[in-house]
């Protein structure tokens, strides 16, 4: 939410006049420049009195903010020249334990060479933390190469998937030296092993599954979907089942987050693999959200007859994350990187047999028939989202996490309680502290884990490779 105080300010014939004002507001609420008042009457000076009478007053608007990433923002505005509008940018001062404070100051020209300069000032309370709501940040793990997805066993231990190809075990909180399995992958840019999640039934049927690109017996990158089974002789993973095979694949936009939903259906999410039109080709599996069940086949109520195809028109999604109340599924998904603008990240309500818009909208565009996001990052900022996550307990209760590569952070989404596409704010946590991150997930003990993925030459990785952090809240 911005918090907007408008300041007016008005200039007569050729004097600069200064006005500065603070402004508070008890129920905070965007507001924009107001209508400037009509001009007063002239002074009595004779002078003053014949210039007006040639030349309109000038009046300049002028309007501060502190905006939710602390930034003092001033537009000033003139009623006669509106094409004049500009802005000055300042630093907030935090003066107070509870307040926050921007002054600026802008002169423009409002009319026939006359000038007018507009000072503004604008206070914000700002609510002391919370002790409670200021986690514990741990590095539970170290060691790691490039950790895409994070899943846990009813036995305690956690599965991680590398992108080379090796899925990693944590036992009584140690990394296994020993990978659980290793695949045959094609580690290419963003391709790789990538999305993993554990069979709900995993205590009786050992099942993993995993999603990964390799390449075809034609040479050619391809996506997979397949599922795992741990031996119980060796304790370590062999193949079982091919699910999807042979999906686009590219060095980039290859989705992969491989999730459960409380229906006990599995999920898949598929990128563009770099071909835009075909998010919007239902003939392909490229750009959408796959929904099987765990044997591979299509269920019945699936929107399309026979088809795995769930909801289309995604650029590039890689996080899923069920409302634990209501069963709403929610996706993170990569905006335009420069072939439709910049930026643009989204979260996606998803609705089955919805069309989300790529590449025919972006952003907050709308079009019949499409799908805009809950939130996007606007093109002035990229998350680049990946994985996702609801918290059911402690301070962070009902929140949405998910984490950010390009934008080195882990957000915290407030979602509206009435209104399930609509959002109450967006909070941004231990911005570049720990690099790249690439998936979150709660733990059965409460606890937030996150994956940092510093190792594909695009963070600064560590000494000690990549980590898993693991936040806790004071009791």
């Known amino acids: 939410m911005k918090w ?7 200039l007569l014939g050729l004097a600069v006049l200064i006005l500065a004002a603070c402004g508070t507001a008890s129920t905070p609420q965007p507001v924009g420049p107001a209508t400037p008042p009509a001009p007063s009457a002239p002074p009595a000076s004779p002078t003053l009195a014949a210039v007006a009478a040639n030349t309109p007053a000038a009046q300049a608007t002028a309007t501060a903010v502190i905006s939710p990433t602390a930034t003092g923002v ?5 009623r006669t020249a509106p094409t004049a509008a500009q802005t000055a940018t300042t630093a907030v001062t935090r003066t107070a334990a509870t307040t926050a404070v921007v002054t600026a100051t802008k002169t423009i020209t409002a009319t026939r060479g006359i000038t007018a300069t507009a000072v503004a000032t604008a206070t914000k309370s700002v609510v002391p933390p919370n002790p409670a709501a200021v986690p514990n940040v741990e590095i539970f793990a170290t060691g790691l190469d490039t950790p895409w997805a994070i899943a846990f066993a009813p036995d305690g231990r956690i599965f991680i998937t590398e992108r080379a190809g090796r899925i990693r075990v944590i036992k009584d909180g140690k990394l296994l030296a020993e990978p659980w399995m290793t695949l045959d992958v094609n580690e290419t840019g963003e391709a790789g092993l990538l999305g993993l999640a554990l069979d709900p039934e995993f205590a009786k049927n050992r099942y993993v599954y995993v999603a990964y690109t390799d390449r075809s017996p034609e040479g050619g990158l391809r996506n997979r ?10 304790g370590k993973g062999v193949m079982d089942k091919v699910l999807i095979d042979n999906v686009p694949a590219n060095t980039y936009h290859d989705g992969g987050r491989v999730k459960f939903g409380p229906d006990g259906k599995l999920y898949w999410t598929m990128g563009d693999a770099g071909n835009m039109p075909s998010a919007q080709d239902l003939k392909t599996f490229s750009g959408k959200i796959l929904r099987l069940n765990p044997d591979g086949n299509i269920p019945a109520d699936n929107p ?3 088809s795995p195809i769930y909801s289309y028109g995604h650029r590039n999604p890689q996080g899923l994350a069920w409302q634990p109340e209501t069963k709403r599924l929610y996706a993170t998904e990569h905006g335009p990187s420069g072939e439709k603008g910049c930026c643009q990240d989204e979260v996606n309500l998803i609705e089955s047999g919805k069309n989300y818009g790529w590449p025919t909208i972006t952003g907050d565009q709308k079009r019949a028939g499409m799908v805009s996001p809950v939130i996007q990052s606007t093109t002035s900022e990229t998350w680049a989202p990946t ?11 009902g929140a949405l996490l998910f984490t950010g590569l390009r934008g080195q952070t882990l957000y915290r989404l407030t979602l509206d309680p009435v209104d399930p596409a609509k959002t109450k704010g967006l909070d941004r946590l231990f911005a570049g502290q720990y690099g790249r991150l690439r ?6 003990d409460g606890a937030i884990y996150i994956l940092t993925s510093n190792g594909d030459g695009r963070g600064n990785l560590p000494p000690d490779g990549d980590r898993v952090l693991r936040l806790t809240f004071a009791q």
């Not at 907007?4 to 008005?10: A, H, K, Q, T």
């Not at 998936?439 to 059965?444: F, K, M, Q, S, T």
């Open 4 to 10: 907007n105080f408008p300041i007016r300010l008005s």
């Open 74 to 78: 001033l537009t000033a505005t003139s």
């Open 225 to 234: 979907l397949v599922r795992l089974r741990e031996d119980p002789a060796t």
């Open 304 to 306: 399309i007859a026979g």
């Open 387 to 397: 994985g996702a996550t609801f918290v059911t307990s402690g301070p962070w209760r």
């Open 439 to 444: 998936d979150v997930a709660e733990g059965p």
